[in-house]
């Protein structure tokens, strides 16, 4: 059971900056932690940040109870079968992984091999609509995507070239089962790390209004069709409390 405990909001720089502090409760482990949010509206996306330091230290607290139960994790640097998955990803990473891309041609190239790959083996009108699949399609084309093994266009010899921002799902993937398994996984032969909370589906949820999720191979095409829209839009502390009552609510 994980409980999370939104304590305060205490006034730091008068108008400019305000601490959060907050508890997060998981079985016997505890963390307590504050974020410096700036007091102005800001959008999810200037906010990433924030949100991939609290997945971070829930991802840390799923880590140390397994250790206590015995279990190790063994995912490991240069192994990246997992980035032949059709990653999820929420509007404002979608945006953040285009600006990453903006200044690096080869990246950009690399999306474009990846999207016509998916397309040339009949994949592109399921992606494109990827959200609204009933079960059984999602999953036939999460199944189909991986056979494709693409690799995501940001990593390079086997390694993410974005990994400290990274998006959310990506940082939630380990397993606890032997890594060649991930070559062709099932729910059988792969057990994922058990994560109290799932910070990216709280994500994918903030101030939705549009999409739910858009696959990472999309993710040029989506921005570059939606860079006029609106952007969900709030004081930075209350986009934060948001985030945390979503993920409350799923508990
Ligand atoms: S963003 Fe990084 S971790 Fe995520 S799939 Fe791409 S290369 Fe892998």
């Keep these: 059971m994980v409980s999370v405990t939104l304590f305060r909001y205490s006034g730091t720089v008068p108008d400019t900056s305000v601490n959060l502090s907050f508890e997060l409760k998981f079985v016997d482990r505890t963390i307590s932690a504050s974020v410096a949010l700036p007091a102005r509206p800001a959008t999810a996306a200037e906010l990433l940040p924030v949100f991939q330091g609290f997945s971070n230290a829930i991802i840390g607290l799923a880590q140390a109870r397994a250790a206590d ?6 995912c490991r640097k240069g192994c990246a079968a997992c980035c032949r998955l059709l990653v999820p990803v ?3 990473e979608a945006r953040h992984l285009s600006a990453l891309a903006e200044a690096r041609p080869q990246v950009r190239q690399r999306f474009a091999q990846a999207l016509r790959r998916a397309e040339e083996a009949g994949l592109g009108e399921a992606l494109r609509s990827a959200e609204h699949l009933g079960r059984e399609r999602h ?9 494709l093994r693409i690799p995501c266009p940001f990593l390079e010899d086997e ?17 606890l089962t032997p890594p060649e398994n991930c070559e062709r996984p ?39 069709s939606h860079r006029a829209d609106p952007q969900h839009m709030a004081p930075a502390p209350e986009l934060f409390r948001e ?8 508990v």
């Design 69 to 74: 139960a015995g279990l190790s994790i063994s």
């Design 90 to 92: 929420a509007e404002p």
């Design 139 to 147: 999953d036939a084309l999460m199944n189909a995507y991986l056979a």
């Design 159 to 175: 390694l993410c070239t974005i990994y400290e921002t990274r998006p959310l799902q990506c940082r939630e993937y380990f397993v």
């Design 186 to 224: 099932t729910p059988e032969t792969v057990q994922g790390l058990a994560l109290p909370l799932r910070p990216s589906q709280a994500l994918h949820r903030l101030g939705q209004r549009g999409m739910r999720w858009i696959p990472l191979v999309l993710a040029l095409e989506w921005t570059a």
């Design 243 to 250: 985030f945390l009552d979503i993920l409350r609510s799923r």
